[in-house]
């Protein structure tokens, strides 16, 4: 998986499916990630973020549908990018940035940061 757009899809398809050995592969190990939900600020390691996503059932799981897409990519220089997603599921309309990091050719998410917004 080489591209922005592949690593942008495998982390939707991951969330939705609830694929946490799948996530972490394209995750740096120290990646962070930051939010809100409802006012109050989130902060997990990443580590810490997909023990959450075992623990919950998955969107499809549950039956709902696939919501998911990508906004926008945008990229700095040949080895930093940032995708913009929209990521509706578990009864939370989240929008969300992902920054990654090319290194040695192949890309990571070093960072994760969100918001849960009202609905479109």
Same mark, same amino acid.
């Given at each position: 998986m080489n591209s922005i757009t592949d690593i942008a899809? *495998? #982390?939707l398809n991951g969330v939705y499916r609830g694929d946490t050995a799948a996530l972490a592969t394209l995750f740096d190990p120290n990646a962070q990630v930051y939010g809100e939900i409802n006012?109050? *600020? #989130?902060?997990k390691t990443i580590a810490a973020y997909l023990e959450g996503v075992a623990s919950r059932q998955s969107p499809l799981q549950l039956g709902e549908p696939y919501r998911m897409q990508i906004? *926008?990519?945008d990229t700095l220089g040949h080895n930093l990018a940032m995708v913009r997603l929209h990521s509706p599921m578990l009864g939370m309309n989240y929008h969300l940035y992902l920054t990654l990091r090319r290194i040695g050719g192949k890309w990571s998410i070093v960072n994760k940061?969100?918001?849960h917004l009202p609905a479109d």
């Amino acid at each position: 998986m080489n591209s922005i757009t592949d690593i942008a899809n *495998a #982390y939707l398809n991951g969330v939705y499916r609830g694929d946490t050995a799948a996530l972490a592969t394209l995750f740096d190990p120290n990646a962070q990630v930051y939010g809100e939900i409802n006012g109050q *600020a #989130y902060h997990k390691t990443i580590a810490a973020y997909l023990e959450g996503v075992a623990s919950r059932q998955s969107p499809l799981q549950l039956g709902e549908p696939y919501r998911m897409q990508i906004g *926008a990519i945008d990229t700095l220089g040949h080895n930093l990018a940032m995708v913009r997603l929209h990521s509706p599921m578990l009864g939370m309309n989240y929008h969300l940035y992902l920054t990654l990091r090319r290194i040695g050719g192949k890309w990571s998410i070093v960072n994760k940061t969100f918001s849960h917004l009202p609905a479109d």
